[in-house]
């Protein structure tokens, strides 16, 4: 199976600073890649799929980048509403791997 | 407004079985697969298989062969997730979500937690 390596696991930024966050796939898997949001307590969000293609609704400062085995997701500006543990996902077969998650924290 | 309501919360002893239900509304239901995916507490996001509510057809993850059955009811909109030969690590929140091929998860149920404990 693929496995689905994020980077960091967690990490502290400032408010309005730039925040990338790696995904990396032990094989390829094209552009078959999602981004998922989820705050504390709440329910995942999809904010991107086919690796940058933004999901209806969420916030442009969001982008995601990559193809193949390795993927970036970033945050432009980073805002407090965007405390959350982001995770991608491949989904060009089964089974449809996370990655271990990264926590994103305001410094 | 599209959405997939789930099931209430469970508390079964070791070596049960739990059955959770999500149901659709707001939408075609035949025209996306439903996925299940568990979190267990302060841990990250686990797939476990989906179905196809059209044919029926289910694909599951290896971990979860043997323990988990997936089925559909067309005339309620409603995808089922059966885990059996439960174990106290199954304890964990279970979700179900919708997606189309192609495309990631856009829809996710509320969540059921299913607490495992003799």
């Known amino acids: 199976d693929i496995q689905m390596t994020q980077s960091p696991s967690s990490l502290s930024a400032s408010v309005g600073d730039r925040v990338t966050i790696t995904c990396r796939a032990s094989q390829g898997i094209s552009n078959y890649l999602a981004w998922y949001q989820q705050r504390p307590g709440k329910v995942p969000k999809l904010l991107l799929y086919?690796?940058?293609t933004l999901q209806s609704g969420v916030p442009s400062r969001f982008s995601g980048s990559g193809s193949g085995t390795d993927f970036t997701l970033t945050i432009s500006s980073l805002q407090p509403e965007d405390v959350a543990t982001y995770y991608c996902?491949?989904?060009?077969?089964?089974?449809?791997?996370f990655g271990g998650g990264t926590k994103v924290e305001i410094k | 407004q599209v959405q997939l309501v789930q099931s209430g919360a469970e508390v079964k002893k070791p070596g049960a079985a739990v059955k959770v239900s999500c149901k659709a509304s707001g939408y075609s239901f035949t025209s996306y697969d439903i996925n299940w995916v568990r979190q267990a507490t302060g841990q990250g996001l686990e797939w476990m298989g989906w179905m196809n509510p059209n044919s029926g057809n289910t694909a599951y993850a290896q971990k979860f062969q043997g323990r988990v059955t997936m089925t559909r009811n067309t005339s309620i909109s409603t995808v089922s997730m059966e885990l059996s030969s439960l174990r106290s690590e199954d304890t964990a929140v279970y979700y179900c979500?919708?997606?189309?091929?192609?495309?990631?998860?856009?829809?996710w149920g509320q969540g059921t937690t299913v607490t495992v404990s003799s």
């Open positions: 996902q491949k989904y060009n077969s089964v089974p449809l791997t």
């Open positions: 086919a690796a940058s």
């Open positions: 979500a919708r997606r189309k091929a192609f495309y990631g998860m856009d829809v």
